[in-house]
């Protein structure tokens, strides 16, 4: 069996992902990667991404409120 070659998808592409994750969320998100011709654990990845820099930025804020 041949391995895949890896490709790294541009900011551009991720924030397609997620713009479109966010237009449709009644959509399976394995339709969405169907759709959008990508793996869906590349979907999830980026999602899971943006998901823990939301966290990030939510608690950098309360940090910079408090202090």
């Given at each position: 069996?041949?391995?895949?070659?890896?490709?790294?998808?541009?900011?551009?592409?991720?924030?397609?992902?997620?713009?479109?994750?966010?237009?449709?969320?009644?959509?399976?998100?394995?339709?969405?990667?169907?759709?959008?011709k990508i793996p869906s654990s590349r979907l999830n990845t980026v999602r899971r991404y943006v998901c823990s820099f939301n966290q990030l930025s939510k608690i950098d804020t309360v940090i910079c409120e408090l202090g």
């Open positions: 069996m041949e391995k895949k070659e890896w490709r790294q998808i541009t900011t551009a592409q991720k924030l397609q992902i997620i713009q479109t994750v966010d237009e449709n969320p009644n959509m399976k998100r394995i339709d969405i990667a169907r759709m959008m």
